[in-house]
């Protein structure tokens, strides 16, 4: 808007507001006072039709009563004909306990009639309104209902608008497209009372584009009839127009008032406003003449002084922005194309110092709750503590200038002074410091930040300003969005890996393990044992306690699987209650000896969960194990995988709650002479066929004089470590925990549900 519109409009607002707002009070307190009056004869109405209604129902109550005592049907019949010819009501119905017809008078109105209780409804046009009771014999036995009913015509909604002194409209009990079955409303105003109606809920009061208050009533408990109550409203037809007649004139007035002394008054600075039209179009040669020493002139004075210097200043400022683009345009490809945070931060540290004109820089993350570690930095050769690298710069959270950043989440810059830099931190002269926190997070707040981006000594010696905070802000969120896109990566690996509710890998990680771990132990020339467990009858369990007790008892199962373990093991989910459990460079007895622990840690004590009741419930579970090994008992993963499951399936028939060795793979048998032999060449290393499989080379017998004891094991279980008794292949077993020299390490690596369902053994 120009100066000449804001002034016309400065001096309309003063001369236009006083008459504006009388009008606005008169026309607002007229209404206002109008429709009090109106919604308080409207409740006055209301009431009375209730009192009327009430009344009449009472009255046709006392018919039916007085029908209801005689004792036989010719009295009753004699009676209801004196209650019809006296006028106490309309028409009276007999009816018996079937709801048959046994009496009724004649001449009376057509059936269904309304109940005046309104708990039933006609489904139609209100035709009578009836006062049903209850026909009894003197014994007490129902014979039937007693109903004395009024008509509802015409008439009778006329004598509601005279009691009233409103007009009153009686509304079809059903939603067709008339509505109206009788009203004193003219056909004028019929149309728009009964739209007014529709839009109302309860008993607020609603008004008509002609002036009418219009009030809903009923049907409800005691007043059974739908009826539209309306008034006309006592504000003067002549008073809008009267108010916009004399609003319209004073605005016409003050309108041409107000453009002659905002032109007079804007005439000097019209020469002003052009040139500052071509400045904005960008001509930035425009030159305004000084004409006076008045205002006008020093202003324009300011004006052309204001031009050049604005010239500069473009000139610099797209220098600067072409190179910002080019800064921005690295650190969103690299954003982009990579996960690698430490890249990441290292665009972002270079793009700051260089769009800020620093000579140094660190970016700087929260590893715990109380130290912040470099990750990278530039140019701080020389300025580090001594004996402090760059990147191992450590300064713990509200100490010195990176610290107090850090912990309140304020921005910091300044310089500092000579010999007082904060210990743990580069020197330097000048500085600022952002924080930056997650998304969502506030950097501005007093949050504390997950890490800082400072900057040291800008070159030219001069102090880091607003521009260059308000620039390195803009880094500080790049980072900040890094730092937050490789955690959910990372934690995106992690869940698409793991099974949620036991933690444990899933089965797509085991099939990947699977194929790695048999890759390594080929090359190698080690074993792999792989066990696959199920828990025994868990789906009575599920049956029994519900399948939130069967979730605990197999969170609880994971548990105990993980603490049986080495860090080297893996363990995995499979589906349902089967689990399968890795163990690298280990053979089948010592596979046979993980067995007995796992065995003997579910069995030994029982799974505590809440029960029905809130109080715990203790459950008693056992597991079955199915060993194999590679390469004894399979060439590939899957193989060998499928042999361990049919171990268990041989576990599970031989009685469950325990494990069962996989049947090795047939040996080559000799060749006959002159035959020519194939050399196989082993995919791992092999055992020999006196036994279980096995690694590492045969234990010498123990000597007569000597005590066959235990040896604690180095690895996973040696052939002497296995207790007495373990059945060789095909066989099963049941041992008890903890035999001397066993090693119970945990630890295993822990994890969606995973493809292949359970089997239900």
């Keep these: 808007m120009t100066l000449r519109g804001r002034l016309t409009a400065a001096f309309l607002t003063v001369v236009l507001g006083?008459?504006?707002?009388?009008?606005?009070?008169?026309?607002?307190?007229?209404?206002?006072?109008?429709?009090?009056r109106s919604t308080e004869r409207l409740g006055l109405a209301a009431s009375a039709v209730r009192t009327s209604i009430d009344a009449l129902c009472q009255q046709l109550r006392a018919a039916a009563d007085a029908v209801a005592l005689r004792p036989d049907p010719a009295t009753r019949a004699d009676t209801a004909g004196q209650v019809v010819g006296r006028g106490l009501a309309a028409a009276v119905l007999v009816t018996d306990v079937a709801g048959g017809t046994t009496y009724a008078t004649p001449g009376g109105p057509a059936t269904p009639w309304q109940d005046c209780t309104g708990t039933a409804r006609s489904g139609g046009p209100v035709r009578a309104l009836s006062a049903r009771v209850d026909l009894r014999d003197p014994a007490g036995t129902p014979l039937g209902t007693v109903a004395a009913a009024e008509v509802v015509d015409p008439a009778f909604v006329a004598r509601l608008a005279a009691a009233t002194g409103v007009a009153v409209t009686l509304l079809d009990d059903t939603d067709g497209p008339d509505r109206i079955t009788h009203t004193t409303e003219t056909r004028r105003v019929r149309e728009a009372v009964l739209a007014a109606a529709g839009s109302l809920d309860g008993d607020r009061v609603t008004a008509t584009p002609d002036g009418r208050y219009v009030r809903r009533l009923g049907p409800a408990p005691g007043q059974p009839l739908p009826l539209v109550l309306s008034v006309a409203g006592?504000?003067?037809?002549?008073l809008p127009a009267a108010l916009v007649g004399a609003v319209l004139l004073a605005a016409v007035l003050a309108v041409l008032t107000a453009w002659r002394l905002?032109?007079?008054?804007?005439?000097?600075?019209?020469?002003?406003?052009g040139a500052v039209d071509r400045v904005a179009q960008g001509d930035l040669t425009t030159r305004v003449p000084v004409r006076s020493r008045d205002e006008i002139g020093r202003l324009a004075a300011a004006f052309n002084r204001m031009i050049r210097e604005t010239a500069g200043y473009v000139t610099a400022l797209t220098s600067s922005r072409d190179q910002l683009r080019g800064h921005l345009g690295v650190l969103g490809d690299t954003l982009a194309s990579t996960h690698d945070l430490q890249r990441i931060l290292r665009v972002i540290l270079h793009s700051a110092i260089a769009a800020t004109g620093a000579r140094a820089g660190a970016v700087l993350l929260r590893d715990d709750a109380a130290t912040l570690v470099g990750q990278c930095a530039e140019g701080l050769a020389g300025r580090c503590p001594a004996g402090t690298e760059p990147e191992e710069l450590r300064v713990p959270v509200g100490a010195g200038v990176v610290g107090a950043v850090a912990a309140t989440g304020e921005p910091q810059r300044g310089r500092v002074s000579p010999g007082a830099t904060p210990p743990g931190e580069p020197w330097c002269e000048t500085y600022v410091a952002v924080p930056f926190t997650a998304p969502g997070g506030n950097a501005t707040g007093r949050e504390p930040?997950?890490?800082?981006?400072?900057?040291?000594?800008?070159?030219?010696?001069?102090?880091?300003?607003?521009?260059d905070?308000?620039?390195?802000?803009?880094?500080?969120?790049?980072?900040?969005?890094?730092?937050?896109?490789v955690r959910v990566h990372e934690e995106a690996q992690r869940l698409s890996l793991t099974d949620p509710l036991t933690g444990l890998w899933n089965y797509r990680y085991l099939r990947e393990?699977?194929?790695?771990?048999?890759?390594?132990?080929?090359?190698?020339?080690?074993?792999?044992?792989?066990?696959?467990?199920?828990?025994?009858?868990?789906?009575?369990?599920?049956?029994?306690?519900?399948?939130?007790?069967?979730?605990?008892?197999?969170?609880?199962?994971?548990?105990?699987?993980?603490?049986?373990?080495?860090?080297?093991?893996?363990?995995?989910?499979?589906?349902?209650?089967e689990f399968v459990v890795l163990l690298p460079e280990t053979d089948a007895r010592g596979a046979a000896t993980v067995a007995e622990r796992l065995g003997a840690a579910v069995r030994d004590t029982p799974v505590v969960v809440p029960g029905h009741a809130g109080g715990p419930t203790t459950i008693a579970v056992s597991v079955s194990i199915g060993i194999a090994v590679y390469p004894d008992h399979a060439s590939t993963g899957v193989e060998v995988l499928d042999a361990a499951d049919e171990a268990l399936y041989a576990a599970k028939g031989a009685g469950r709650d325990g494990y069962q060795v996989a049947t090795a793979r047939p040996r080559p048998t000799p060749v006959a002479d002159g035959a020519v032999e194939e050399i196989v060449v082993p995919a791992g290393a092999t055992s020999p066929a006196d036994g279980l499989p096995r690694a590492g080379p045969p234990p010498d017998p123990p000597s007569i004089d000597e005590p066959s004891a235990r040896r604690p094991p180095a690895d996973r279980a040696p052939v002497d470590d296995l207790p007495t008794g373990l059945p060789v292949d095909g066989s099963t077993g049941r041992h008890a925990v903890g035999a001397p020299g066993v090693t119970q390490p945990g630890g295993a690596s822990s994890g969606p549900h995973p493809p292949r369902q359970s089997r239900g053994r």
């Design 262 to 273: 905002a032109r007079v008054t804007t005439r000097p600075l019209v020469e002003l406003a």
């Design 18 to 36: 006083p008459v504006l707002l009388g009008a606005v009070f008169v026309g607002t307190t007229l209404s206002t006072v109008d429709r009090s």
């Design 469 to 485: 905070l308000a620039t390195l802000r803009t880094f500080a969120g790049h980072a900040a969005v890094a730092v937050e896109n």
């Design 513 to 577: 393990s699977l194929r790695r771990e048999v890759e390594r132990a080929s090359r190698f020339g080690r074993m792999l044992s792989i066990l696959v467990l199920d828990l025994d009858r868990f789906k009575t369990v599920n049956d029994s306690y519900g399948h939130a007790a069967g979730d605990a008892v197999l969170a609880e199962f994971a548990r105990r699987v993980r603490g049986e373990i080495r860090e080297v093991d893996l363990a995995f989910r499979q589906g349902g209650e």
């Design 449 to 467: 930040a997950v890490g800082v981006l400072v900057l040291y000594d800008r070159l030219g010696g001069d102090e880091f300003d607003d521009d």
């Design 234 to 238: 006592e504000r003067p037809s002549g």
